[in-house]
């Protein structure tokens, strides 16, 4: 499985899991939301902080409609082009809130939508390219995105296995050679019993490429799960307030909530381990307290020679270990031993 750096972050297998706080347009089109955002991402822990940048004229036409969850969580009436406008961000302000992360010190990433929007992203110099599901078709865009040559991270929500091998032939067509898998289901909410978690092993396997999880569903859980399935990317959206009006507020996690997300990532890591056997320092108290050593069943003469029915298997485990029993039979003690004494090697001849 291959490993990648964005910034001064490694990722994939050994290394913590990167954690991307998707801030995407719960900024409302509003410059300072969005910075309190930053700021809300830094103070959580996470690696980064994402945003969607795209221009309205380019992506979608004046009379296309709304998503279902779009026209509950916004209105109805309202187009998509006229919600998408409404929450449209200036190229300046990308530039602003990029430096803004730069002094937060936290990774700005953003997922382009359309050519101009990638161009713009690539001369602010942003250090990775997301690539969000409804664009994992876009071959022109993933080219482009591609030939930049900098690290893609591609959603995989919506598309078959054909439809992501296809992706992934056009990112690494166009020059990208570091890339990440996202499993995604895409679904704002995604209920529990949807999120198909193993997935994530099954992209590992067919692609052999590392593999992160973008989590639509609500809560936390589904994450912590997908770490522990071996994720190295976990994305988040998340808000500062789930009653703002907007349309990804409602799936949102808010302030407090993120940062537990990330303290439960890190604690889940540190219970996953390295998987390589060892014996922790508790259990090393433990082991005496809970094996058996061999134990004289009957008081036992000086140059007695042992035999089975002297020996007793008991607690604690600080003597001769029960596995060397047929080691001791047949030889000679060099001291009397009281019954229910633990053998030590240097009681026998």
């Known amino acids: 499985m291959n490993e990648l750096r964005i910034g001064q972050k490694r990722i994939g297998e050994g290394y913590p899991c990167y954690i991307i706080a998707e801030a995407g347009v719960n900024h409302n089109g509003d410059i300072r939301l969005a910075k309190r955002l930053i700021t809300a991402a830094v103070k959580s822990g996470a690696?980064?902080?994402?945003?969607?940048?795209y221009s309205t004229d380019a992506i979608v036409t004046k009379a296309a409609g709304k998503a279902a969850y779009q026209k509950k969580t916004s209105g109805a009436a309202e187009t998509q082009y006229d919600m998408l406008k409404r929450l449209e961000l200036s190229r300046e302000a990308f530039r602003i809130l990029s430096d803004y992360a730069k002094k937060k010190e936290i990774e700005f990433l953003s997922s382009p939508f359309d050519g101009q929007s990638a161009d713009l992203l690539e001369s602010i110099g942003i250090n990775a390219y997301k690539i969000p599901s409804g664009e994992i078709t876009n071959i022109p865009l993933l080219e482009q995105i591609g030939s930049y040559k900098k690290p893609v991270i591609l959603s995989t929500g919506m598309a078959d296995i054909n439809e992501i091998r296809e992706g992934l032939r056009a990112v690494r067509r166009g020059g990208a050679r570091d890339i990440v898998l996202l499993h995604c289901v895409t679904g704002y909410p995604v209920p529990l019993k949807f999120a198909n978690l193993k997935m994530i092993q099954t992209l590992m396997k067919v692609f052999k490429v590392p593999v992160g999880f973008?989590?639509?569903?609500?809560?936390?859980?589904?994450?912590i799960l997908a770490r522990a399935l071996g994720a190295c990317?976990?994305?988040?959206?998340?808000?500062?307030?789930?009653?703002?009006?907007?349309?990804?507020?409602?799936?949102?996690?808010?302030p407090s909530e993120l940062s537990e997300l990330v303290e439960q990532i890190r604690i889940a890591e540190a219970a996953l381990g390295n998987g390589e056997k060892i014996i922790a320092r508790d259990e090393a108290k433990i082991k005496q307290v809970a094996r058996k050593s061999l134990v004289a069943k009957v008081s036992i003469s000086k140059g007695t020679k042992i035999s089975p029915d002297m020996i007793d298997l008991k607690r604690p485990g600080n003597g001769i270990p029960v596995k060397y029993l047929s080691r001791i039979i047949g030889k000679k003690t060099k001291v009397a031993v009281k019954e229910d004494a633990v053998f030590q090697w240097d009681m026998l001849e």
């Open 47 to 53: 690696d980064a902080v994402k945003f969607q940048t």
């Open 233 to 254: 990317v976990i994305e988040k959206h998340f808000t500062l307030d789930r009653s703002l009006p907007g349309p990804d507020h409602r799936a949102s996690l808010e």
């Open 214 to 223: 973008s989590d639509h569903t609500q809560g936390i859980i589904a994450s």
